[in-house]
Structures are given as C-alpha cells and as structure tokens.
C-alpha cells in the first residue's frame, strides 16, 4: 500500500467512525454515495449547502462534516434562520455592546462569535428575510462583521454551512431568494436522498431505532413481524427518516408484547385470531367473538390506511362517521394512536 493509499484508508475508517458515532446510518448506495461526498468535502474550507426533504438528516449531515474536519475541537453553532427576528438580526449574529439599544443592559457575544474556529450551521437558509439575505451576503463576503454598537471591526474564521429543505434554485428563479447569494451558499453540495428511494435503510434504520428505545426506557427489545417489515418497505414516508422514528416510538411504547405489527401484520393478526374456534363454544358466542375481533382488525387496518383520519376512514369504508367512531370507542382505538402523517394511498 503506498503512503497516499494508506493517508486514504485511515481517513475513511475515522470517517465511518464519525457516521457511527453521529448515528448517521445506512447502507443504500444512495446513501453511501451521500456519505462518501461528506467524507471528501468536510475538511475542505468552502461554503456548503445541504439540500434534501424534511427528516432526511440535513442537520445530522451538517454535524458529520463538523466533526470530521480540523474544526472539531471547536464549537457546532446551529441557528434556526427562520426564527432569527428581522430586528434583532445583526445583534443575534454579531452581537451588541452594552447599551447598543433600549434592552442591551450588557454586550453579547452573537452566534458568530460564539462559532469561532468551528462551524456555524444556518439551518432552514430559505426561511430568511430579505433583509436577513443582505446581511449575511455582506458577511460572506469577507467573513468580517461589527458588533451592533460597536467600533471595532472584527474578524471571523468559521465554516458556513447552510441547509434547506426547499429547492433554493426555485425560490431564486420566483425572486424569492437572492442568486447572490446561492451562489455563495453552494459552493459545495450535499443532497440528502429522501428515505423512500433508500430500499432496506428503512428496515436497518427502524431496527436501530427499536434497539435505541429499549436501552432509552430500559425495556426489552422488541422485533418487527415480517409483515410489518413489507409495510417499511411499501410507506412512502413523506416525514422521512423523522416520520419513521416517531413511528417507531410510538409502536414501541404501546405494543403489547414484543414483536411490533404495523399495517398488514395487524390485518394477519386478525385472519389467525377468527379462525380460532374453540371446541365448547356456542355457535352463538364463537360467531360474536370472530365479528368482534374482525371489527377490531379491520378499524386496526383501516385507521393505520387513513392515518387515524376519521373522516378518511368513514369514506374508505362507506360508513358513516359517527357509526365509525362509536366502533372506534367499542373497540378501544384511539384514532389518534394512527396518526403517522399523511394518508397512505386515500382512496
Ligand atoms: N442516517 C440516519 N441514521 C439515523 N438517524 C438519522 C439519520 N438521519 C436522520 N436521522 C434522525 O432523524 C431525525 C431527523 O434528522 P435531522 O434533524 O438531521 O433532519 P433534517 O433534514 O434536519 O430535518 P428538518 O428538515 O425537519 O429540519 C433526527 O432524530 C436524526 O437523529
Ligand atoms: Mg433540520
């Protein structure tokens, strides 16, 4: 192995010690090429902008490129861009000196300051004001900021990295982003492929899940049904990889034994218990107990398709609400049990 070969082979195996430590998981090409990406750009200097849905891991990414640059030892600053208020911006960024305004009763270091030598992450760019893209565009320019109320120009040496999980170079062409000031943003890229496109990472991720919220509540661990794993499979978990983990916090905590049923694993449930018939039941009584668990199977199945929506369930089923919804109560389901995001294929 020459020197290079083995430069190389040190610096992936601390990159995929960082992924583990992060909890950034998968094993999808997709997701490995993402990995391999981050690996390559995280100790080069430039800007990046990370892109991809709602919980696919943008914030995670924007840690994993911290961590594994010479920056590590010094600070990770989030800031929720979307929440920075337009009046108070400069003072949230750069801070103030004591009595730069009304409320400044002492200075503050900004967020800025507070990520000197690391990285500062600006978490949902898009959300910015068009005041709030001006200055940050200036301060991008050459990384040097004045406190509100101050003199002194100070310098800064930070890494920007900024995530979105709307596609910028829309927003630019709806004039509702400065190109400007994409342009600075991306100089490296990063795209975090939604969880449907990710094949088995959604079964590897839940099982992790799982095994996190034993140790988490110290419970026993529980295992998926094989049905529940073609239901992973089949979702087009719209909330991604967030979707899934409160998914699986909630099948976690109120499943009764140990294995976990999700959608079809319900309904197979639901055949095994009705074809159960006892030797001394009544006809009478064996028929009443299969339409009840039938009942309570198919609300099962059903409230999980509509997603604990009612008023969706009612439509799908051809029954009226409140009859639904004394069944839902007969049976003890709260709907709400179901709720998961948007429905699955509404009819
Ligand atoms: N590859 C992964 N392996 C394990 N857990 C992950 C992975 N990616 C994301 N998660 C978990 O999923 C959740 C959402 O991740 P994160 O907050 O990074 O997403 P995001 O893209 O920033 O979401 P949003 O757009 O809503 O801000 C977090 O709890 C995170 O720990
Ligand atoms: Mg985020």
Known sequence: MTEIEAWRQRRHESSESAFTRLSLLGAS??????????????????TVLIQGDTGTGKELAARALHYLSRRREFPFIPVNCGALPDNLLESELFGH????????????????????????????????????????????????YRPVGGRQVANSDLRIVASSNIDLEGMVRRGEFRRDLLFRLSILNVTMPPLCERGRDVVLLAEHFLDRFATQYERSRKRLHARSIAWLLSHDWPGNIRELENLMLREFL?????????????L????????????????????????????????????????????????????DRSTLNKLVKKHGLASDRFRTGSPRNPR
């Open 254 to 266: 109120l499943a009764d034994g140990e294995v976990i049923r999700i959608g079809a694993a319900q």
């Open 97 to 144: 000196e004591r009595g730069a305004f009304t409320d400044a009763k002492s200075s503050s270091r900004g967020l800025v300051a507070q990520a000197e030598g690391g990285t500062l992450l600006l978490d949902e760019v898009e959300a910015m004001s068009p005041r709030a893209q001006v200055v940050l565009l200036r301060f991008l320019q050459d990384h040097t």
């Open 268 to 319: 197979a449930d639901a055949e095994a218990d009705c074809a159960r018939i006892d030797a001394d039941e009544t006809f009478k009584s064996a028929k009443a107990r299969a339409i009840a668990e039938f009942e309570k199977n198919y609300l099962r199945h059903l409230l999980t398709e509509a997603c604990g929506n009612v008023s969706l369930a009612a439509r799908i089923s051809q029954k």
């Open 29 to 46: 090409p997709i997701f490995r090429e993402t990995l391999r990406v981050i690996e390559r750009i995280a100790d080069v200097d430039a």
